[in-house]
């Protein structure tokens, strides 16, 4: 991302990269001369380069800055940054040309710099851009609140003098060198935010900054997958105080026991920062505490703000000073992490809070905003922790409450937190009902703050489970409209959760959300932000499912209920999420083929009905009942089980009896009429058994002749006609899937049962879906090698093909263990850098090679595309199926439960 700020600190001018220094610093090479003398800032990301940006390459864990310097030059960089292992693809890859980029860049006037590594150069330059312009650093490290403290801190020294902070929170090893790259000579102070998600990043971090001045804010869970436990991790932000020259100062926030216990293992000068509350002495554990504030009662204004009443520790009456941009009392603890740097810097009380009387949050950090039907949106989408998430849900409460409004929370994922994941998503359940009337939760793992929620006493009517942006957002709409008072919302999640989107969704002035909502770059709407387990993975789209399932409902109309069909996993696009999805857009009951299959929905508390389309054991008739699911029926062995479980379980059976109008699979055969009407009046004769529908399936409705789907139709309107003339017609008569919905909407009755179209998937190619269906799957991989193989070489299991010449062959880590075909045929080709490459050789178990001696520069990391699009191209499932000799339906439902689902 841009590394721009969206401000101007004091008037002066906005921030050069002098190209000497530039050199001086990282021991760059010119390959190219360019025409400018400095540059205006750092940008990694081509997208979000300006004029004369000196673009980085950098290369990732997921990409490859040096694939995008056409780019980064077509939009203005006055320099490109590259590694020299990459020079020699430079001279011959362009992107309007043959002759190379190096010739590109010369044409344009920009200057081309090689380096060892990029992201060791950005460092370097960071360490030598402060010492040689030497401003006083002071660091902000902690697990939560660093932003906003560092946007505290500068707010109040920059009243002062010229104050560089870093942006945003570009904290880490590549995030602080980038924004240094606004450093100025002018800058007096320099406040950074330091972030640790790996052991030993602090110290490197405090090794570049050499700071000053140390702010810790709290110790908490975060990033717990690569630390041990939390006291691990405060052992990392302890690196901090502990880098400290002596004649430094250590800020600790004393409300914090383990940031309490850092000021032993500083030699520098520890302060400690707390507010007092409710008339009781802030604890310093000995520490020096040289400002003073009592947190007050909240204002009374519509929207309320924490008021603080401030000494310098002298014991006057202090200053009261109410915050009106703020909200939640733990704006507080920045305040004072301000002021106390301030009193180390001379910096009376009085003086930092004029410089802090107008403080605003950062975009996503607990901003008020305006939402539709009157809501008010406490916007806090930009990450989350469980401490983070804590204060905001207290906030939540306490305005609420304050203002008689009706209080939503709307919670996603928190990720990061290691082994203390579940207990923590948990916690968060219990405080959600504690301070909210109202929860909305989305994704996977925020499934648990609403089981928990339930379980503290929240009725389950009033939290709804969701898995996309537009669900979530429909939600609290839905909430709010039971209300008789405009509702407060709660807005919080971790980064990739993307929770700025719900807001989106809500805002009264959509058009602002540039403005005022976080991840709102061009950069940020277009990346899809997953951590997949392995680099072979899926990706499904909930909102194209959402979307399908909609546009299911508005064909049949308001009066047609719609079953979706989720077995096998919903067609490999993973049955819990898609349940919960097409529940909240229009479907109201949920197919699956077996009992098992229920049982994974009920365990997630879903409760809406369910039914088995296959067979049912006599001996799972009592699991069949106490799930609650509808079972199929065709004779009265499995009939009497379940009514025998029923009398058991003191419940009602219910059942769809299925006929067989000429598929041939289970159900009654249609031609024997009466055999039916007296089989379901046998039905209606056993005691605490419900007969609530009846229905079949069609065989050709996918194909162009529909000549033998309309004779099953009449079979099957044969036997409705016979029951309703006995008056045992059930409630619900079903029979079409998403083919026979298209073209035979007289099968539609009471119900349809929509499967591969749900999905985005056409029935056949004679049965096309209508416009506006979208797939909701895409299937990836990664090039795991790349090696040259020369001509004679066999390649795979059994060297079924031999190479004809030297190729160089590309290794996929994805096999028949995944479902990518291996026999009688194979996907035949995949998508990479936008072309299509030939498979070679036999697919194995977990691994595949492609020929991709025609398409330039592939290399380990690439992304592949299996089915979805990649460019210009794309791979369907219908044209795999078509490859393979079989449907789009086992394509997707083939794709193994060991390839993890992104959604």
């Not at 780019?71 to 430079?90: F, H, P, Q, T, W």
């Not at 942006?167 to 972030?195: C, F, K, M, Q, T």
């Not at 009443?309 to 109410?322: I, K, L, N, S």
Request: hydrophobic share 45%; proline share 5%.
């Amino acid at each position: 991302m841009r590394c721009r700020p969206s401000y101007t600190d004091n008037g002066y001018t906005l921030p050069m990269i002098g190209h000497d220094d530039l050199r001086a610093a990282t021991d760059a090479e010119l390959v190219v001369a360019g025409a400018h003398a400095g540059y205006e800032g750092f940008a990694h990301d081509s997208r979000m380069v300006v004029p004369g940006d000196c673009f980085v390459a950098v290369r990732g864990l997921h990409g490859d800055g040096h694939d995008y310097l056409g780019d980064a030059i077509e939009r203005g960089a006055g320099a490109v940054l590259v590694e020299r292992g990459r020079l020699s693809l430079l001279e011959t890859s362009g992107t309007s040309g043959a002759d190379g980029l190096l010739a590109h860049a010369a044409r344009a006037g920009v200057a081309v710099l090689a380096v060892a590594d990029t992201r060791e150069a950005l460092k370097r330059y960071a360490a030598y851009i402060l010492r040689q312009w030497g401003p006083l650093v002071i660091a902000v490290t902690g697990a939560t609140g660093k932003t906003t403290t560092k946007e505290a801190i500068a707010d109040l020294l920059a009243a002062r003098a010229p104050t560089f902070r870093s942006w945003r929170n570009y904290n880490d090893l590549l995030g602080l060198p980038l924004s240094l790259g606004r450093l100025e000579p002018a800058h007096r102070y320099a406040v950074i935010e330091l972030g640790a998600d790996h052991p030993g990043e602090i110290a490197e971090l405090c090794a570049i900054a050499q700071p000053s001045i140390g702010v810790v804010t709290n110790v908490g869970p975060a990033h717990l997958q690569y630390f041990a436990s939390v006291e691990a991790y405060a052992e990392e932000l302890a690196r901090l105080p502990a880098a400290l020259p002596p004649d430094g100062v250590a800020v600790l926030n004393s409300d914090d026991a383990a940031v309490r216990a850092m000021a032993a293992g500083t030699s520098a000068r520890a302060l400690s920062f707390a507010p007092q509350r409710d008339g009781e002495a802030a604890a310093t554990a000995g520490v020096d505490m040289p400002v003073r504030c009592e947190l007050l009662p909240m204002s009374e204004d519509e929207r309320p703000a924490p008021r603080l009443r401030c000494h310098d520790g002298t014991g006057g009456a202090g200053q009261t000073v109410t915050f009106p941009h703020l909200h939640g009392a733990h704006w507080a603890y920045a305040v004072l992490a301000a002021l106390t740097v301030g009193h180390a810097l001379g910096i009376d009380v009085e003086e930092g809070l004029r410089a802090l009387a107008d403080l605003r949050p950062l975009p996503g950090r607990l901003n008020w905003l305006e939402g539709v039907d009157g809501l008010a949106l406490l916007d806090d989408s930009h990450n989350a922790t469980p401490a983070s998430a804590a204060a905001g849900l207290v906030a939540l409460g306490a305005i609420g409450t304050a203002r008689g409004r009706p209080r939503i929370a709307a919670l996603g994922d928190m990720l990061r937190l290691g082994p203390v994941e579940e207990r923590e998503h948990r916690r968060l359940g219990r405080l959600a009902a504690m301070h909210a009337d109202y929860l909305v939760t989305k994704g996977l793992r925020a499934e648990a703050v609403a089981d928990a929620a339930v379980r503290a006493g929240m009725p389950s009517e009033r939290v709804a489970v969701t898995h996309t942006a537009e669900d979530a957002a429909r939600a609290v709409r839905d909430f709010a409209a039971l209300a008789s008072t405009p509702a407060l919302v709660y807005l919080k999640g971790a980064e990739e959760t993307r929770m700025e989107q719900v807001t989106g969704l809500l805002l009264a002035q959509p058009e602002r959300a540039e403005r005022v909502l976080d991840r709102q770059t061009q950069a940020w709407r277009r990346v899809v932000v997953m951590r997949p387990d392995r680099p072979t993975w899926l990706e499904i789209d909930l909102s194209a499912i959402g979307r399908n399932t909609r546009l299911i409902q508005r064909l049949v109309g308001p009066d047609v209920r719609v079953l979706v069909s989720l077995k096998a996993d919903a067609y490999g696009h993973g049955a819990l999420r898609v349940a919960r999805t097409v529940l909240h857009n229009g479907a109201s009951w949920l197919g699956v083929a077996t009992v098992s299959e229920a049982e994974s929905l009920r365990a997630a508390g879903i409760d809406a009905p369910v039914l088995v389309f296959g067979y049912t054991a006599p001996w799972q008739a009592r699991e069949a009942v106490r799930l609650d699911v509808r079972a199929t029926v065709y004779g009265m062995e499995i009939a009497r089980a379940l009514a025998y479980a029923a009398r058991d379980l003191g419940r009602v059976a219910r059942v769809h009896v299925k006929v067989d109008t000429g598929m041939a699979r289970l159900g009654l055969r249609a031609e024997d009429v009466e055999g039916i009407v007296a089989f379901v009046e046998a039905l209606h004769s056993l005691p605490g058994l419900e007969v609530e529908g009846i229905f079949t399936h069609f065989a050709t409705a996918d194909s162009a002749d529909q000549g033998y789907a309309r004779r099953q139709l009449d079979r099957f309107l044969a036997v409705l006609a016979a029951l309703e003339r006995r008056g045992l017609r059930p409630p619900l008569a079903h029979a079409a899937n998403s083919a026979a919905m298209l073209t035979l909407p007289e099968a539609r009755f009471d119900m349809v049962r929509p499967g591969v179209a749900v999905y985005g998937l056409a029935p056949s190619d004679e049965v096309r879906l209508p416009e506006g269906f979208s797939p909701a799957l895409a299937f990836k991989t990664q090039v795991a090698q790349v090696k040259w193989i020369p001509a004679g070489e066999g390649i795979s299991y059994g060297a079924t093909y031999v190479t004809e010449r030297p190729t160089h062959v590309a290794v996929l880590p994805v096999g028949y263990a995944d479902g990518f075909r291996r026999a009688p045929a194979n996907w035949g080709e995949v998508l990479v850098r936008g072309r299509r490459a030939p498979l070679v050789g036999r697919v194995c178990m977990d691994q595949c090679m492609i020929d991709v001696t025609h398409i330039p520069g592939v290399r380990q990391g690439d992304e592949v595309v299996l089915i979805g699009r990649q460019g210009d191209d794309e791979l369907t499932a219908e044209a795999v199926a078509g490859r393979l000799g079989t449907i789009a339906y086992e394509v997707v439902a083939e794709l193994l439960a060991r390839v993890p689902r992104v959604s």
